[in-house]
């Protein structure tokens, strides 16, 4: 397993599992909250079976970004290449099982195959059977009945509004209660649960709860202000931030401090860096347009520039 320096996390005796974060659905909810896991550095594996409720879409005209809206399969190879990009792993596979294992979990797939994982989250919105191995099992399921016939169905108030559930390392992303209905509302509680995952693995390594938060942000170099150039100001703010009692010169605070300030400061940008990106991403946008719709657009300009000319 990986620490949030991309290093073996030996401390947490859990480093016979193969994966920090395994998710269960390549859907709009399970890729957001690959995205921010992996991007964080945890060893992030996501289970896409190809069969996620946006498929049945015919057209996906209210996702915010694609103002003439966007056809289902490109938008799959853009979260799908967005995947790719952050260090996130994807398998086709059906998972049918997750049980307990040692620190983590144990995840059996149709095809025999198995992996573990420190935390599971789970993204399927229509199937929550394959929790059924775990300890809280009963709660994890309601009970109805329907002509006559008994039916469980998953419990989409068992997460809380965070993805968190009584499990230790297990969260739903979807279903939920709401926030599944609309591709655009599952992304946001992938992400959401993502970052109460990643809240409480920093907790679990030592950070403090008010700096326990993480928030995925690049800024513009030029946005800093002096004294926020300065580690003895970043020192302070976490001095600020730390429980009454916790000995600040103490080796392991030091190193999570310095760790997180150097992350801190990572996250500032130069101009020619912003610039970069942006002209990567346009490039990277440019690999899912059909290249008939590029050279009738350059078809389009050249001909304006054409008619200008006379």
Known sequence: MSNDDGERDADTGTDALAYDVVIVGGGPAGCSAAVFTARYGLDTLVFDRGNASLRRCAYLENY??????????????LIHSHLDRAG???RDA????VEPHGAGFA??????GSVTARRVVAATRYDGDYLSGLDDADALFETHEHDGETHQHFDREYPDEDGRTPIDGVYVASPTSAADAQA??????GARTARALLADVRRERGFPDAIADH???VRREASRSGEWAERERWREWFAERAPAGLDLDDERVVELREREIDRRLDAYREADEVAAAEERGQRRLLDHVDDEYILDAAREIEAARDDGAD
């Not at 915010?64 to 190879?77: K, M, N, Q, R, S």
């Not at 655009?184 to 509680?189: E, K, P, R």
């Open 184 to 189: 655009i509302m599952a992304a946001g509680q």
């Open 64 to 77: 915010l970004g694609f103002p003439a809206g966007i056809d289902v399969e490109t938008f799959y190879d």
């Open 88 to 90: 996130a792993e994807r």
């Open 107 to 112: 995840l059996t797939t149709a095809d025999e």
């Open 215 to 217: 928030y995925d942000w």
């Open 94 to 97: 059906l998972v049918e099982s």
